[in-house]
């Protein structure tokens, strides 16, 4: 459990973007045999093998072919977090004594915790390279930023309600009025180029504070971007253990998923339906023989799951609470914001029980909206058998969250489980 979590943390502190997370994910493909398509270009695939596609360099589609395969075994996560970005012009003076940055929020995350802990940037460059525009992961490695806090001598009420406005009081210190050296200056510097050869960029505030794992008996870990990064990451190992899938096995990390996946390489895009049509097509088969495949298929949405909280546990559902260490959390919703049911939730019970790991339920109180994730999304493209899961944490977007050290290898044990599994369908039942 230690050594599972241990290279978690590492995988998540190496993640400072969704971009550098896709990259991450993708060395650790090739580094296991794994061969790079570019959709770009005509597929020759050949059964067994392993390769994997990339869209935007920050979502990435992985696949293994068995000899023979009847169907896809699917697992999807997503790589991005609520973070702030910075804008394109975003560096001001204030009262000629500051430099701040300007930014946005990107997705809906909790901002009192972005406040008074160093940040830095990090995120993705368009650069000029003779006529050629070439991106590049850039990441400051050190402490740059801060967001300041206001005294509570000057804002009595800062312990009760607060509203924060992005464009007052959540806007990072960069340095003294006078600084020489601005933001593209650095990230120049960092990469070994001219400022002047900077043409885009997409950078994001991450803090620096570094995962642990803590608790009586070391049972919990926290870390930033543990949603989903660690589903992201226990799906990935499952996937490459299982050497021998009974189907394909296709492992999925979408970006955009924070701000609704509608993108070209978020879920609600045809990228995971491009995919799996030309693999199908590749091996010599046709659009009617693809569309049965996908009858027989199975998809699993994992994506962090709320813990019952020990301060505020009125939040929670009555029954359905789950626990973190308490394994799989399987996620319903009666108007299907997660889209598990009843033959959906047998299958991968049956899954779970297989690889000896446990499970639990997580409904949102009746009277209380909760989030979203990628499973209903996903399915408006690729319609098959689906369930959404995750594993239960506290302080969801949080700048610092926290989950059960047992269960990130919980979850890696049911993924290879499930990639090693086959089973059949036929109208309404199943074989496992």
């Not at 060395?27 to 050949?46: M, P, S, V």
């Not at 991005?80 to 009262?95: A, C, Q, V, W, Y």
């Not at 002047?196 to 870390?223: C, F, K, M």
Request: aromatic letters at 10%; glycine letters at 6%; proline letters at 4%.
């Amino acid at each position: 459990m230690d050594q599972v979590n241990r290279k978690l943390l590492d995988f998540i502190d190496a993640s400072p973007s969704s971009y550098h997370a896709a990259h991450n994910i993708r060395r650790t493909l090739a580094e296991n045999g794994f061969k790079r398509l570019y959709e770009e270009e005509d597929w020759t695939l050949e059964a067994p093998g392993k390769y994997y596609v990339v869209r935007n360099s920050s979502s990435v589609v992985a696949f293994s072919l068995p000899a023979q395969p009847r169907c896809f075994q699917i697992m999807e996560t997503h790589v991005d977090s609520p973070n702030f970005r910075i804008k394109m012009d975003g560096e001001e003076k204030t009262l000629g004594l500051y430099t701040r940055l300007g930014v946005e929020k990107y997705g809906g995350m909790l901002c009192a915790t972005w406040l008074d802990r160093p940040l830095s940037v990090a995120g993705r460059v368009g650069v000029r390279e003779g006529d050629r525009i070439v991106f590049k992961l850039v990441n400051i490695d050190r402490d740059l930023l801060l967001i300041p806090n206001l005294a509570i001598h000057m804002d009595r009420s800062a312990n009760d309600a607060k509203a924060y406005n992005v464009n007052v009081d959540m806007l990072p210190l960069f340095g003294s009025a006078d600084i020489k050296t601005g933001l593209n200056e650095l990230v120049a510097a960092e990469l070994g180029i001219e400022p002047g050869d900077i043409i885009s960029r997409e950078l994001n505030l991450y803090t620096r504070t570094p995962g642990v794992q803590w608790g009586a008996e070391n049972e919990y870990i926290s870390a930033p971007r543990l949603d989903d990064l660690q589903c992201a990451y226990a799906c990935l190992q499952g996937f490459l253990q299982a050497e021998t899938p009974a189907n394909i096995a296709v492992y999925c990390s979408l970006d955009n998923e924070e701000v609704g996946s509608n993108t070209r390489q978020g879920a609600d895009s045809t990228f995971l339906d491009d995919v799996l049509f030309r693999v199908w097509a590749s091996l010599g088969h046709d659009q009617a023989s693809y569309r049965a495949a996908l009858a027989r298929s199975f998809m699993v949405s994992a994506d962090n799951a709320h813990a019952v909280h020990p301060n505020h546990p009125e939040f929670a559902d009555r029954n359905e609470r789950p626990v973190m260490n308490g394994g799989i959390v399987f996620k319903y919703n009666a108007n299907q914001r997660y889209i598990t049911d009843g033959i959906s939730a047998a299958v991968f019970q049956e899954v779970c029980r297989h690889a000896d790991v446990p499970t639990q339920r997580y409904s949102n109180r009746p009277d209380l909206h909760g989030g979203t994730t990628m499973g209903n999304i996903s399915l408006s493209h690729v319609s098959i058998p689906a369930l959404d899961i995750g594993l239960a944490q506290l302080a969801m977007h949080s700048s610092y969250e926290t989950a059960g050290a047992r269960d990130t290898e919980y979850l890696l044990r049911a993924a290879k489980t499930f990639y090693l599994s086959s089973y059949h369908t036929r109208g309404e039942w199943v074989e496992l």
